[in-house]
């Protein structure tokens, strides 16, 4: 069974930082995109960051962008979001998703596989 499972999440101070991991079973992750979403209560899903399958090519959302870094070690199967300078505006359950090809990088429903996420809480 491919699945996809977050880790990482938890409570930090305004300021703090967090790196989160996505890590694949089923499924040899170097060959997709993978992107980094975030839904906080009563909001949409929000695109946050995704990476190309190489890593040679990353995007990020304008309200992350200098803040949160997007990266992958093929070899571990696994993807990571470091998050620097954190908010409490990016409290949120954060998941990861993976798609064929890096197009429409910021667009969810171009993803295919999606993992059940973990909370980030920012406390100011």
């Known amino acids: 069974q491919v699945q996809l499972v977050e880790s990482g999440g938890g409570l930090v101070q305004a300021g703090g930082s967090l790196r989160l991991s996505c890590a694949a079973s089923?499924?040899?992750?170097?060959?997709?995109?993978m992107g980094w979403f975030r839904q906080a209560p009563g909001k949409e899903r929000e695109f946050v960051a995704a990476?190309?399958?190489?890593?040679?090519?990353?995007h990020y959302a304008d309200s992350v962008k200098g803040r949160f870094t997007i990266s992958r070690d093929n070899a571990k199967n696994t993807v990571y979001l470091q998050m620097n300078s954190l908010k409490p505006e990016d409290t949120a359950v954060y998941s990861c998703?993976?798609?064929?090809?890096?197009?429409?990088?910021?667009?969810?429903?171009?993803?295919?596989?999606w993992g059940q996420g973990t909370q980030v809480t920012v406390s100011s």
């Open positions: 089923g499924r040899t992750l170097s060959t997709y995109a």
């Open positions: 990476i190309s399958s190489s890593g040679g090519f990353t």
């Open positions: 998703a993976t798609k064929r090809v890096f197009v429409a990088a910021w667009v969810g429903s171009t993803y295919e596989l």
